[in-house]
Structure formats: structure tokens, C-alpha cells
């Protein structure tokens, strides 16, 4: 899996968009990037996954950039309820996640 | 749909003890992946296993950890003569096909075993 980047902790304010950047430079072009996030001690939760287009789903959306060196997940509302680390994972020739440290990000009300 | 179950939540076992966490998968799901989560530590990938098959224990540590899917019943792994090392979180995954190639994983609630 490529390595990835993360910042370690960011804050937002409830009711605004959340943009959490990832950096993954040496993603190889058949490797997935997923996030996933883990509120306080529960199981890891999958949010999305894309390989070279944006996606959405009802949760959030993925914008990868076209060298495909970065993405930037997007909550567009967050809510108290979104405070969790969040894991930039990228993988895909094989079914190891490696999760890093993350980036806990905390909603503030 | 039910999702990823996992019991006990919460297991303490002497040292010395076995311990026997169980998962059962998604349904429909027949991939299942052990990760565990040491204290302040993020996930790491234990095993890998299919039903009746263990595909992948690259993780795993070699002495007195093993796992099992058999073709009925929930995933087992089992910790003979537990340390307090092994004082974690162990949390299971499944997904309907080999995840990887654009399949997500989906995890469980996790086991957190307690060794005194």
C-alpha cells in the first residue's frame, strides 16, 4: 500500500463543511483510496473509495486529484456526531488496510 | 441486515487463560479479516480467511494465536495462554468478495480483551 499523509487533529464548526486532506504521492494506479473513520472505541466505519474520479455517496464525497498524488474528504454539514478519527487509506492490490494515526476531527458546536 | 457481529464485547481473562473471540460476517459476506488495535495504536491486519481457509496470517503472531472459518459457524480466534500483551481490541471485517479491489471492508464492534 502507499503511504499516506494526514494532519494529526482538525477542528470545524457544526453545520460547516469538513475538508480532510490526504496525501498518498506514491499511489500506484491500480490502488483504492478509502476512508474510513472510528468513533471513540467503536469498530472502523467505511465512509468511501474511489480510484480516479470524484464520488458522493449520502455520507460524503471524494475528490482525488487527476495526478491522483491527493484527495480531500468532504463532510458537507458535519455534525457533533462526526467527531472521529478519520483514515486516509490507500491500497487495493491487496486486502490489507493499513490504517495510520488519522486525523481526529473534532466538531465544535 | 444485520451487520458485523462480534462476542463477547468485553472478555478478561487471567494470564494463563485462553481466550475465544468469535465473529460472525455480514450476510452474503464469506471474507473475514481480523485486525487488532493495541492501546493508542491504530489497526493492524492480523489474518485473512475464506470459508474452511485461511488465506493470509501474515499478521499474526506466530506462538499461541489462531484463527478458523469454518464452512458452518462464526470465525474464531483463539489466544492460548494469554500475556498482557495481548491486551487489545480486536476487531473483525467481512466483505461479499476479496476486498481490495474496490470492495470495502466492514467491521465489527470489536472484543476488548482484558488480561490481569
Known amino acids: 500500500d502507499a503511504k499516506t499523509t494526514q494532519p494529526t487533529s482538525m477542528d470545524c464548526a457544526e453545520g460547516r463543511a469538513a475538508n480532510l486532506p490526504c496525501n498518498h504521492s506514491?499511489?500506484?494506479?491500480?490502488?483504492?483510496v478509502y476512508w474510513y473513520r472510528q468513533i471513540h472505541s467503536q469498530g472502523p466505519q467505511y465512509i468511501i473509495h474511489g480510484l480516479k474520479n470524484n464520488e458522493t455517496n449520502e455520507m460524503a464525497s471524494l475528490i482525488i486529484t487527476e495526478d491522483r498524488k491527493s484527495s480531500t474528504l468532504i463532510l458537507p454539514h458535519a455534525t457533533l456526531r462526526d467527531t472521529a478519527v478519520y483514515y486516509c487509506?490507500?491500497?487495493?492490490?491487496?486486502?490489507?488496510?493499513?490504517f495510520g494515526k488519522g486525523t481526529l476531527l473534532t466538531v465544535n458546536p | 441486515n444485520a451487520g458485523v457481529m462480534q462476542n463477547p464485547r468485553h472478555l478478561v481473562r487471567r494470564r494463563g487463560q485462553e481466550a475465544r473471540l468469535r465473529c460472525s460476517p455480514m450476510k452474503g459476506h464469506s471474507h473475514v479479516y481480523w485486525y487488532r488495535q493495541l492501546p493508542e495504536e491504530g489497526l493492524k491486519f492480523m489474518v485473512y480467511l475464506q470459508k474452511e481457509n485461511i488465506i493470509d496470517e501474515s499478521g499474526m503472531p506466530k506462538e499461541r494465536f489462531s484463527a478458523e472459518f469454518p464452512k458452518e459457524g462464526p470465525s474464531i480466534l483463539r489466544i492460548q495462554q494469554v500475556v498482557r500483551g495481548d491486551s487489545a481490541a480486536y476487531f473483525c471485517?467481512?466483505?461479499?468478495?476479496?476486498?481490495?479491489?474496490?470492495?470495502?471492508?466492514?467491521f465489527g464492534p470489536g472484543t476488548r480483551l482484558t488480561v490481569t
Open positions: 471485517a467481512s466483505s461479499p468478495l476479496a476486498s481490495g479491489i474496490g470492495y470495502e471492508q466492514y
Open positions: 506514491t499511489i500506484s494506479g491500480n490502488e483504492y
Open positions: 487509506i490507500a491500497g487495493g492490490s491487496n486486502y490489507k488496510l493499513t
